[in-house]
């Protein structure tokens, strides 16, 4: 048996393999901290049932404040495996139920404020800045170059803006493509 590869061999004696890993090393993109149990039974010489529990800590970055977190994970196996030259591979069904179960926006609490704008800082539910977001001004003041290249060169050019309906913002879309 190597890693979660097992052979029919293992069931010669027995219809039942029981299997217990102290730390499973799985390539998902992050580190983990994961065990796998499960029981394989035998239903025919080219099937393979499966079932089991995975459990442990996923360590993922906060999409609000990129602070990297332990995600806790407990995920049931229940599955048919087919038996391939002898051999059936249940860590590669461990390793896509992991990436399934990982979160698309990972959030290391509800609580979470994310990065303050102003100040950089790393907002937690006790643990906030005192900086004033207010209008964004400061924001503004920081990106007042980039702000006047893209306008045409002019420093009023804050103060020129456009504003448009619907249609008319259309027709000027299309201005610009032809």
Request: net charge positive; aromatic share 6%; proline share 1%.
């Amino acid at each position: 048996m190597n890693g979660l590869i097992l052979s029919l061999s293992d069931f010669l004696k027995t219809n039942a393999v029981e299997i217990r890993t102290d730390e499973y090393k799985v390539n998902i993109g992050c580190k983990s901290d994961i065990y796998v149990s499960f029981r394989a039974v035998k239903i025919s010489d080219d099937k393979i049932y499966v079932n089991g529990k995975i459990k442990g800590l996923v360590y993922l970055e906060c999409s609000r404040c990129l602070f990297v977190y332990g995600h806790s994970m407990e995920i049931v196996i229940d599955i048919v495996v087919d038996v391939v030259n002898g051999y059936f591979n249940v860590g590669e069904e461990v390793r896509q139920l992991l990436v399934l179960e990982i979160p698309m926006k990972p959030v290391c609490s509800r609580d979470c404020l994310g990065i303050c704008k102003a100040c950089g800082r790393r907002n937690k539910k006790n643990d906030s800045c005192s900086c004033d977001d207010g209008d964004g001004e400061s924001i503004r003041e920081r990106w007042k170059e980039l702000l006047i290249k893209a306008t045409g060169g002019s420093e009023n050019a804050k103060s020129k803006k456009k504003t448009y309906s619907s249609s008319q913002g259309l027709q000027e879309i299309g201005k610009l493509k032809t």
